[in-house]
């Protein structure tokens, strides 16, 4: 029987690229902008998972995660995207 390992998994959720994001457009014109931080070109504002899977593999504990988040609607796939990504292991015990 293989051993079960405790994985932490990462999933960051953020709007489309191609779409609007207010939140991230007032914060970099209002505050980042006007605060003087011209170096900063960019903003993207999202909201972050971190999980801890039982699994018999990364790639289980990363599958894992994508399907719970599709299908517990952990975000709207109409609007937001997800990043899944592994963030280290541990043995379970």
């Not at 953020?14 to 170096?39: A, H, M, N």
């Not at 070109?41 to 399907?67: C, D, Q, R, Y």
């Not at 599709?70 to 043995?91: A, D, F, H, T, W």
Request: glycine share 6%; proline share 3%.
């Amino acid at each position: 029987m293989k051993a079960l390992v405790l994985y932490n998994v990462g999933v960051v959720v953020r709007y489309k690229r191609e779409l609007r994001d207010p939140e991230s457009e007032v914060i970099y014109k209002d505050l980042i902008l006007r605060k003087g931080y011209k170096s900063v070109k960019k903003l993207e504002v999202g909201k972050f998972f971190n999980m801890w899977i039982e699994a018999g593999s990364p790639e289980e504990a990363i599958n894992t995660v994508k399907h719970m988040c599709k299908e517990l609607r952990l975000y709207n796939p109409v609007v937001q995207e997800i990043e899944v990504m592994l963030r280290g292991e541990s043995s379970s015990s």
